[in-house]
């Protein structure tokens, strides 16, 4: 039996902490308070940015409707007045490749890899002007053409749409793809780059080539006749507003 008189031990003092363990943990909190600015900061400047893109998107659709309604306006005038109603020439052109590189001259295929339609189905949006009309006529056997209408624009976009990144082929399933690419054109969304397009804006050349080139299905039901051209029942050539159609049967 122990005696009672015997003292208690007395306890050892703690091993002083090495003072690279002591640096290692205040740079850690260091390294955990910034991350949290930065996601705190990243965070408030989405909110911002979606505050923004909303603004945007309801200013877009009142031009939409603003402009669908002085069409219908101008219609009814014109009727009104025993006149026609003449609308404005379009000024981009929805080009779709309906036929292969089988006995291709070389010049039609360099137009072609020009108007960036290198593969059958391939569609592209492109601005009208001189060049490209010329180009259109030098290649029409092979593509058909038209003037989308904004539902067929949006719908290409938000379903087939891919963006150009560094050589790459990225889907649009973020709004930050397209603001890295095009931000400094003021193109930050999705309904930036459909109103880009179908006004044909200043950047319209930056937003289509940021584009990559549609690749849609064949056709449902598939095609007439790919040697004639569309006036004559066939596929090729210019085939105007019909051409939303056929973006409906093959998207």
Not at 3 to 12: H, S
Not at 104 to 123: A, E, F, I
Not at 238 to 246: F, S, Y
Request: with cysteine.
């Amino acid at each position: 039996m122990a005696p009672k008189n015997v003292a208690p031990r007395a306890r050892k003092a703690p091993a002083p902490v090495p003072e690279s363990t002591l640096k290692k943990r205040k740079t850690l909190s260091e390294i955990k308070a910034n991350r949290d600015l930065r996601v705190a900061a990243a965070k408030k400047k989405a909110a911002a940015t979606r505050k923004i893109i909303f603004k945007r998107a309801e200013s877009y659709v009142k031009e939409y409707r603003n402009k669908e309604a002085d069409e219908i306006r101008f219609k009814r005038q014109a009727k009104n007045n025993g006149n026609f109603f003449m609308p404005a020439m379009p000024k981009v052109l929805f080009v779709v490749r309906v036929r292969g590189i089988m006995r291709v001259s070389p010049k039609v295929r360099k137009c072609l890899q020009l108007l960036r339609l290198r593969q059958v189905h391939n569609g592209v949006f492109i601005k009208v002007n001189k060049a490209t009309l010329n180009m259109l006529q030098l290649v029409e056997p092979y593509v058909t053409y038209g003037e989308p209408s904004l539902r067929s624009v949006r719908e290409l976009i938000y379903k087939r749409g891919y963006g150009k990144v560094n050589k790459q082929r990225i889907p649009l399933s973020n709004n930050k793809v397209i603001a890295d690419a095009l931000g400094a054109h003021d193109i930050i969304c999705v309904e930036d780059l459909v109103h880009e397009i179908v006004t044909c804006g200043p950047a319209f050349k930056q937003a289509s080539n940021f584009l990559w080139p549609f690749q849609l299905s064949s056709p449902v039901g598939g095609w007439s006749d790919k040697g004639k051209h569309f006036s004559e029942g066939g596929d090729g050539g210019e085939r105007g507003e019909l051409i939303n159609k056929l973006i409906r049967q093959m998207n």
